[in-house]
Each structure stands twice: as C-alpha cells, then as structure tokens.
C-alpha cells in the first residue's frame, strides 16, 4: 500500500484569505499526480494532472506545484471565496501500477464569507 | 454526454443480503474502478479493471465481486452485506495510455444495518 499524506486535514479561513495545501508521495516510481476537487454530495472533479517534475498547473485562482524528487505537491488558492469551500484531494499513480491511483485522506477546506 | 453513470444513488440492506451497484460509462475508457469512501480515510481502491475480461484486486477486495464483460459495464456485487460495508461507493473510468484524469459517477450512498 503507497502511502499518499495530505495536511492539514481541514483549514477553516476567511473569504479573501490565500491558502496552500500539501500532498506528499512516494519518490521513487513517480508517473503522475492529480488534483480532485470535491464539493459535498457530488463526485470529485480533477483540477490538475501533473507528470513532471518541476510542473506548476493553473486554473484561475488555483495552482499547483510538483517536486517528484522530494515527492511533494502543493495547492494554493489565492483569494479564497465562499464557493472554493470542498475537500481536496491528491491522489499518486505509480509507475508500475498502471493507471490506478491512490488517493490521500483530503483537505478539507471552509471558507467564511 | 452521460459519462459515467452509477445506480442506485441509494439502498439499504440487512445484514447478510445481496445486492449490485451498476456501473456504466459511455466514454470507451478501458480503465474502470470501484472506490468507496469513509470518513477520514479518502477514497480506498476496492477493484479495478483494465479492459473487458480482465479484472484485479485493489487496496480493499474482500467482500466484494466484479466483473466485465463489456468495455462499458463494471458492476460490483456485495456477495454477504456486513455493517462494515456502510459507506459511499464510487465508480470512476479513465483512458488508457496516459496519466489520465478519473471521471467518477455521482456515489452510492449504502447503509447496511
């Protein structure tokens, strides 16, 4: 079983607050890292799938960033809102596993208007 | 564009029956996967397929079968519900041949008492 940490586990800030997430991995047999967003009583939806080191994704006011050597990745959200208010999740495909993930436990992240 | 579509959305059992979660999606993926999720643990591979006919174990099997026949169907069967199997219980489908993103149905919510 690949151990795949997220931290912290829930963050609750202000509307207008920047705010970074971490997810770390395993280093050796790096293939790919992906980015759920996971709003509640809906099925997760990928904000980023990043397969090199060094990789910085963005899609609007989030970004992500990826260091496959020091197998970790960090989310931040600049300006949270209200609506950016879910669970976060990263998830790590292994070179020799094929296109199967495993996931983290989540950040869970409440924005305060 | 369907995607990937789960049935039921919800269902109560007693303990020791049987039932079928349905899996479908309409996106030719050859990738095919069953996820159930409790709190504070992420989402846990249960089983998963790389194609038609071939399936394989993931991170949490016991207690639970699949199949598939067709490149678009993945059900999975609870053979004996146990209280244990209370959880929310996700379908995902990706393509092959790269580091694709998952796209999961929407969750069944199961509750056996």
């Known amino acids: 079983i690949l151990n795949v940490e997220q931290s912290p586990q829930s963050l609750h800030v202000q509307e ?3 705010t970074n997430f971490t997810c770390s991995f395993p280093s050796s047999n790096f293939y790919a890292l992906h980015w759920y967003r996971w709003e509640t009583a809906k099925s997760p939806e990928a904000l980023f ?10 899609k609007g006011r989030i970004s992500a960033t990826l260091n496959t050597k020091e197998g970790y990745s960090y989310l931040y959200i600049k300006g949270s809102q ?6 976060y999740l990263c998830a790590f495909m292994d070179n020799n596993a094929g296109n199967m993930l495993t996931f983290g436990g989540g950040t869970r992240l409440m924005v305060k208007p | 564009n369907a995607g990937v579509t789960q049935t039921p959305k919800f269902q109560v ?4 029956q049987s039932m079928t979660l349905q899996c479908a999606q309409d996106m030719n993926h050859e990738y095919m996967s069953w996820y159930r999720q409790d709190p504070g643990m992420g989402l846990r591979l249960i089983h998963y397929s790389v194609g038609a006919g071939i399936t394989d174990q993931g991170e949490v099997p016991n207690g639970y079968n699949v199949s598939r026949s067709t490149t678009e169907d993945f059900p999975l069967r609870l053979l004996s519900a146990a209280p244990s199997q209370t959880s929310v219980y996700f379908c995902a489908s990706n393509p092959s041949g790269s580091p694709g993103e998952l796209f999961f149905g929407e ?5 056996v008492l």
């Open chain 1, 16 to 18: 207008g607050d920047s």
């Open chain 2, 13 to 16: 059992l007693k303990t020791g």
């Open chain 1, 82 to 87: 209200p609506e950016d208010s879910a669970t």
């Open chain 1, 49 to 58: 799938v990043m397969t090199l080191n060094g990789d910085e994704k963005k």
């Open chain 2, 107 to 111: 969750g069944s919510r199961l509750t």
